[in-house]
């Protein structure tokens, strides 16, 4: 069973640029939600996604937005890149969150 | 917001002997899940073991067990046997039953394995 996928891995942009990053969740789970990593911040909610509507936002400013597709896949897109926005981008994906989450290996997004 | 604690930055522990990482939360809620997850060098977290608040035994999965002592809102993770293996960083985490599919993560312990 293929696990969480997460595109691309690596990253680097330019300040003022936007990106898009890419989760494929595990087959049958309906359920996506994108978390940030930083060393600073650890790890903070940004939104989570089901059957194709957002149900939970973060506390995140607008510039972070994200949709989920018919087959469950997940975009997340950073507008107007800060160099704070440099973090570990990670995906996940669930049947039923009470049982946790599965991973994908993440996003090093880098901005310069 | 819930409040996940992990006092401990970094810890240590010798091969074949056993260590304690130890995570505390804050919440009015009587109805949650706490979680283990261990991350490696390679990014990837990986889900150690799940406690649902309303069962009063402590969850067990091989070599992991906690302590969840639910009115000191305490949720430590005990690792028998430390393996090489175990060497990652381990985050303590909190979802409510009734709020949806948020997880609120510690900032995580760092845990080193000395052969």
């Known amino acids: 069973k293929a696990g969480v996928t997460q595109t691309p891995r690596y990253l680097i942009k330019t300040r003022g640029q936007q990106v898009t990053l890419s989760c494929s969740p595990i087959?049958?789970?309906?359920?996506v939600s994108w978390y940030q990593q930083t060393p600073g911040q650890g790890l903070q909610f940004l939104f989570e996604?089901?059957?194709?509507?957002?149900?939970n936002k973060g506390n995140f400013p607008g510039r972070f937005s994200g949709r989920q597709f018919s087959n469950s896949r997940s975009e997340m897109n950073v507008s107007t890149l800060e160099l704070g926005d440099s973090a570990l981008y990670l995906c996940?994906?669930?049947?039923?969150?009470?049982?946790?989450?599965?991973f994908g290996s993440g996003t090093r997004l880098t901005v310069v | 917001a819930q409040t996940v604690t992990q006092s401990q930055p970094e810890m240590s522990v010798q091969e074949a002997e056993t260590v304690t990482l130890s995570c505390t939360y804050d919440?009015?809620?009587?109805?949650?899940?706490l979680f283990w997850y261990k991350q490696p060098p390679s990014r990837q977290m990986i889900l150690v073991i799940r406690?649902?608040?309303?069962?009063?035994q402590n969850a067990t999965e091989n070599r992991f067990s906690v302590n969840f002592q639910k009115a000191a809102k305490s949720f430590s993770l005990k690792i028998s046997d430390s393996q090489l293996g175990d060497a990652a960083m381990y985050f303590c985490?909190?979802?409510?039953?009734?709020?949806?599919?948020?997880?609120?993560f510690g900032t995580g312990t760092s845990l080193t394995v000395i052969p």
């Open positions: 406690q649902e608040a309303y069962k009063q």
């Open positions: 919440t009015s809620e009587s109805d949650y899940y």
């Open positions: 996604y089901f059957s194709e509507t957002q149900r």
């Open positions: 996940a994906s669930s049947l039923s969150g009470i049982y946790g989450y599965t």
């Open positions: 087959s049958g789970h309906r359920s």
């Open positions: 985490a909190y979802r409510s039953a009734n709020t949806g599919n948020q997880f609120y």
